[in-house]
């Protein structure tokens, strides 16, 4: 039986959760030149999340362990709450590699769906990443559902309540889907997710290695209410495609028949590290318990973008960290991350 028939569903991020799975950084030659950046300013991440709650750390035993360690000590983080686990990886982007958890409320049971991985449209090796989901199931003794589909975690943004926003640019590029039967796909997604509708959007990120994950463009911030990236230059290559994102949010229809209330997020100014123009937004923040980490690019525009997202949760602290480098491979604090329910 699926996911949905046994009574799952993948909860908001905003309802209680009892750790996030993060992955430690393995691979120097992704973030050229920074690495060294790189450690104390990931490590300053986990040391925010860990004042809210439990960390679960894909880390292979050994050296990199004890590197980690060592830098999370160096940072200040809470070491009481996070929890190594011996789970080799090729990268650090556990929102795409880990499983999308499930829960049935009924009985309060936690599971996991495994989807298939393929490094963004083959784009690098993920053989290692895509164990992650079984490693997860096996060490926690949780059921897990495979899927035979690729599917990342920041491709997917849910309400909670059976509504999934979704991208077309990522879900039917052909890198993912061709030869795919997409009847089946949304079936699956349905199915594993407990969803009752697919709402699209058209368009990503300029430099998005991701080719537009949902996560930099478009956030369920309550079941029927949307913050979403807009870029306010008319000259720079995100307009045009954000506003006609903006457009389509706008006409989408609630399962009651209203309107979406869609919160317009500015983006951050572009800029470039490490030799790429780089994709920043603030729509890429983490949601904990009690807190938002958000992340923020040393701008002008960072305070504004912290009120908006303060308004969209209120009663939970906004807590703003530098993601410049962390962006270099592409991705921030949710791309990072992967909220496993209570």
Sequence with gaps: MTPRELGFRMPAEWEKQAAIWLTWPTNPALWPGHFDLLLPQYAAFVAAISRFEPVRMNCAAGTLREQAEKFLREAGADLSVVEFFDHPANDVWC???GPLFVK??????????????NGWGGKFDAKLDDEIPARIAEALG???F?????????AVELSGDGLLLTTECVQKNPNRAEGRDEDAFEAALKDGLNVNEILWISNGLA??????HIDNLARFVAPRAILAAKETDPARPNF????ENLAQLRALKTPEGGRFDVIELPLPEPFSLAGRNLPPSYANFLVLNDAVIVPVYGQSGDARALGII????????????DSRVILIEGGSFHCLSQQQPA
Excluded: C, Q, S, Y
């Design 95 to 97: 929102r795409d590699h």
């Design 104 to 117: 049935n409320d009924a009985t309060g049971e936690v599971a996991l769906t495994d989807w298939i991985f």
């Design 240 to 243: 045009a495609p954000l506003e």
């Design 207 to 212: 430099d998005d290695d991701t080719d537009g």
């Design 142 to 144: 949780m059921r897990r």
């Design 310 to 321: 303060g308004d969209a949760f209120p009663g939970r602290k906004i807590v703003g960290l």
């Design 146 to 154: 495979a899927f035979p589909f690729e599917l990342e975690g920041g």
